[in-house]
């Protein structure tokens, strides 16, 4: 997929091949009794139908030359019984695919979205997050409607063809091998223009996804782009992405349009054909009820082969959908259980890492040869430049990528061979992005713990101040907030979260720049939260205000992956380092804005 580009666009990692066909077709199956048994009445349904021209035979050719009223009373009940038949197992087969095809629909998307929710970091880090979305929602509805109605309907028109085929040859030899000599001609055709087809809609989904993922940024841009009036330079990027749409859906109809074109054409020469031969090549001459009862075969015969005409061309459109969801669900979770993991047992605090190396690309290096203990209680604090590791040793921790070399041990246990449920449940961590889900307040404080109290919560967001400004909104605790906290402040979001965080009651607790928006007087009231919350937990802790982290067990500067110094925060501004320069910037700094 492409990598952090509306305008790029995707390029499958593998082929299709009919090994994905066979893994989605296990959706197909779930339900298979109720595609049978619409299959079935499919099939009756098409037998009585294929009675009426029969009947109108019947009445053409005898009833009507006989004058044989109480016959003719009787041929026009019986066809009229075989219409409302045909219509009522009709409609109880499209209310039975409809009901499948939304079920496959429920299944395919939920095991999508458990399977992207089991995926790393990395996944998203790398991918446009519209082009992501565009797989669980518009792709989905493609890919099940083409294994319900597309399979299904597929069946039905070849057992249509079948029987129609059955029943021309019982009513004339040569008016049906006249109708069906056309048939090699469409599936030639169809098998010729299947490659130029499967590319053509593979570029249309290209651009759908393009369109989808410029859309979802510039929402979620949306301050940004008026703030810089960036607009009119963004419509004129979306009308271009628009137009490369259009201009590739145009393409990928010419392309499929050739082939109803084609099938139309040859089942209009067909039927022009029985009439003439059954007016001049057979002897004596057909009657008038053979001739219409073939014409009106020839035309239903034809009528399934352009259905089975379109069909392949919304599977070939659907194809390139199925490519797409398929390599998302192909896509390994590289962060998962080890065939053997075992439980973590319930954590004292030790933290060490043990000649760690890692990289986020191959062959470059964020991480170099890192080592150090946290004892229990320990509170641990990184800092340095920016890019220099200090998050990713973090993360590290609580296993959210895999390591390449050394180890990362809690309580002598690697995070490698333990369970990530048992790992994580055991963690408290506030990453840099305070993200708030919509819902309550309260719903996002006990989103790490859903059993928590009404007590517990209000408990949480009082240890870390936040209950002031929680008690003035509207509802309190109770109050709506909207999607990623729209109407809260960067302060109160990041608070809100801080609770969610505190309310798990972690024993080791992770802070990556938990206060980096919180304002300084604000920051006062929270660190005396964050005090409480560090007595007997092992906690890491990242910080931009070095004055927040004077009081950690440990302080790690931490430059170009390695750690470069280690101590208090009297012992390093007694060597007047790299932390000492660090410090002494911000004070003068901090001393300048006062």
Same mark, same amino acid.
């Given at each position: 997929?492409? /990598?952090?580009?509306?305008?790029?666009?995707?390029?499958?990692?593998?082929?299709?091949?009919?090994?994905?066909?066979?893994?989605?077709?296990?959706?197909?199956?779930?339900?298979?009794?109720?595609? =049978?048994?619409?299959?079935?009445?499919?099939?009756?349904?098409?037998?009585?139908?294929?009675?009426?021209?029969?009947?109108?035979?019947?009445?053409?050719?005898?009833?009507?030359?006989?004058?044989?009223?109480?016959?003719?009373?009787?041929?026009?009940?019986?066809?009229?019984?075989?219409?409302?038949?045909? =219509?009522?197992?009709?409609?109880?087969?499209?209310?039975?695919?409809?009901?499948?095809?939304?079920?496959?629909? #429920?299944?395919?998307?939920?095991?999508?979205?458990? #399977?992207?929710?089991?995926? @790393?970091?990395?996944?998203?880090?790398?991918?446009?997050?519209?082009?992501?979305?565009?797989?669980?929602? #518009?792709?989905?509805?493609?890919?099940?409607? $083409?294994?319900?109605?597309?399979?299904?309907?597929?069946?039905?028109?070849?057992?249509?063809?079948?029987?129609?085929?059955?029943?021309?040859?019982?009513?004339?030899?040569?008016? $049906?091998?006249?109708?069906?000599?056309?048939?090699?001609?469409?599936?030639?055709?169809?098998?010729?223009?299947?490659?130029?087809?499967?590319?053509?809609?593979?570029?249309?989904?290209?651009?759908?996804?393009?369109?989808?993922?410029?859309?979802?940024? !510039?929402?979620?841009?949306?301050?940004?782009?008026?703030?810089?009036?960036?607009?009119?330079?963004?419509?004129?990027?979306?009308?271009?992405?628009?137009?490369?749409?259009?201009?590739?859906?145009?393409?990928?109809?010419?392309?499929?349009?050739?082939?109803?074109?084609?099938?139309?054409?040859?089942?209009?020469?067909?039927?022009?054909?029985?009439?003439?031969?059954?007016?001049?090549?057979?002897?004596?001459? $057909?009657?008038?009820?053979?001739?219409?009862?073939?014409?009106?075969?020839?035309?239903?015969?034809?009528?399934?082969?352009?259905?089975?005409?379109?069909?392949?061309?919304?599977?070939?459109?659907?194809?390139?959908?199925?490519?797409?969801?398929?390599?998302?669900?192909?896509?390994?979770?590289?962060?998962?259980?080890?065939?053997?993991?075992?439980?973590?047992?319930?954590?004292?605090?030790?933290?060490?890492?043990?000649?760690?190396?890692?990289?986020?690309?191959?062959?470059?290096?964020?991480?170099?040869?890192?080592?150090?203990?946290?004892? @229990?209680?320990?509170?641990?604090?990184?800092?340095?430049?920016?890019?220099?590791?200090?998050?990713?040793?973090?993360?590290?921790?609580?296993?959210?990528?895999?390591?390449?070399?050394?180890?990362?041990?809690?309580?002598?246990?690697?995070?490698?061979?333990?369970?990530?449920?048992?790992?994580?449940?055991?963690?408290?961590?506030?990453?840099?992005?305070?993200?708030?889900?919509?819902?309550?307040?309260?719903?996002?404080?006990?989103?790490?713990?859903?059993?928590?109290?009404?007590?517990?919560?209000?408990?949480?967001?009082?240890?870390?101040?936040?209950?002031?400004?929680?008690?003035?909104?509207?509802?309190?605790?109770?109050?709506?907030?909207?999607?990623?906290?729209?109407?809260? !402040?960067?302060?109160?979001?990041?608070?809100?979260?801080?609770?969610?965080?505190?309310? !798990?009651?972690?024993?080791?607790?992770?802070?990556?720049?938990?206060?980096? !928006?919180?304002?300084?007087?604000?920051?006062?009231?929270?660190? /005396?939260?964050?005090?409480?919350?560090?007595?007997?937990?092992?906690?890491?802790?990242?910080?931009?205000?070095?004055?927040?982290?004077?009081?950690?067990?440990?302080?790690?500067?931490?430059?170009?992956?390695?750690?470069?110094?280690?101590?208090? #925060?009297?012992?390093?501004?007694?060597?007047?380092?790299?932390?000492?320069?660090?410090?002494?910037?911000?004070?003068?700094?901090?001393?300048?804005?006062?």
């Amino acid at each position: 997929m492409a /990598r952090n580009r509306f305008d790029v666009d995707e390029e499958l990692e593998s082929p299709f091949n009919f090994d994905n066909l066979k893994k989605v077709m296990v959706y197909v199956v779930r339900y298979k009794w109720s595609m =049978i048994f619409a299959l079935l009445l499919s099939a009756v349904g098409s037998v009585v139908g294929l009675t009426g021209p029969l009947l109108v035979q019947r009445a053409l050719d005898v009833a009507i030359p006989e004058k044989n009223v109480p016959y003719l009373v009787q041929l026009a009940l019986l066809l009229t019984l075989t219409i409302i038949v045909n =219509i009522g197992f009709n409609t109880i087969r499209m209310v039975i695919v409809a009901k499948v095809g939304q079920n496959i629909i #429920h299944d395919i998307r939920k095991d999508l979205f458990d #399977h992207l929710q089991a995926l @790393p970091f990395a996944y998203y880090d790398n991918r446009p997050h519209g082009k992501i979305l565009v797989r669980v929602v #518009h792709y989905v509805n493609n890919v099940s409607d $083409a294994l319900s109605n597309g399979i299904l309907n597929f069946i039905i028109e070849i057992i249509n063809i079948i029987f129609i085929i059955v029943f021309m040859f019982q009513v004339n030899v040569l008016l $049906a091998a006249v109708t069906v000599a056309g048939l090699p001609v469409v599936a030639g055709f169809i098998l010729l223009i299947k490659p130029r087809q499967r590319k053509a809609w593979q570029l249309v989904s290209n651009k759908n996804s393009n369109v989808n993922a410029f859309v979802q940024e !510039s929402i979620e841009g949306q301050r940004v782009t008026q703030a810089f009036d960036r607009q009119k330079t963004n419509m004129g990027i979306l009308n271009k992405l628009l137009t490369e749409r259009y201009n590739s859906w145009m393409g990928a109809v010419y392309v499929s349009n050739t082939v109803w074109y084609t099938t139309e054409t040859v089942s209009q020469i067909a039927f022009s054909l029985v009439y003439i031969a059954g007016a001049f090549w057979l002897q004596p001459m $057909a009657t008038f009820g053979v001739l219409l009862t073939m014409g009106t075969y020839s035309s239903r015969l034809w009528q399934p082969i352009i259905n089975l005409a379109n069909i392949y061309n919304n599977f070939v459109n659907a194809i390139a959908y199925l490519e797409r969801v398929c390599e998302t669900m192909n896509e390994p979770p590289v962060i998962e259980d080890a065939p053997n993991a075992y439980e973590l047992p319930p954590i004292v605090g030790n933290v060490k890492f043990d000649h760690v190396n890692f990289g986020y690309e191959p062959g470059q290096k964020i991480l170099k040869d890192v080592c150090f203990e946290a004892k @229990p209680g320990e509170s641990i604090a990184f800092v340095g430049p920016t890019g220099a590791g200090k998050t990713t040793i973090v993360n590290l921790i609580s296993r959210f990528y895999n390591i390449e070399e050394g180890k990362v041990l809690i309580d002598g246990n690697s995070v490698m061979d333990v369970t990530i449920h048992s790992l994580r449940s055991q963690m408290g961590i506030m990453l840099q992005d305070s993200f708030i889900f919509s819902g309550t307040i309260a719903d996002n404080i006990r989103y790490g713990k859903r059993d928590a109290t009404d007590a517990e919560v209000v408990r949480a967001a009082k240890l870390l101040q936040a209950d002031e400004f929680i008690s003035r909104m509207r509802d309190g605790y109770n109050t709506e907030v909207k999607e990623r906290g729209g109407g809260l !402040s960067q302060g109160q979001k990041q608070l809100i979260a801080f609770a969610r965080t505190l309310l !798990s009651d972690p024993k080791i607790l992770v802070l990556d720049e938990a206060t980096s !928006s919180i304002d300084t007087s604000t920051e006062q009231l929270v660190q /005396r939260g964050i005090n409480i919350l560090l007595k007997g937990r092992t906690s890491f802790i990242i910080a931009h205000r070095l004055s927040t982290i004077k009081s950690c067990s440990r302080i790690m500067y931490i430059d170009d992956g390695r750690i470069m110094e280690s101590g208090t #925060h009297e012992e390093l501004m007694a060597k007047k380092g790299n932390y000492y320069k660090l410090y002494m910037s911000q004070y003068r700094e901090n001393q300048e804005n006062a």
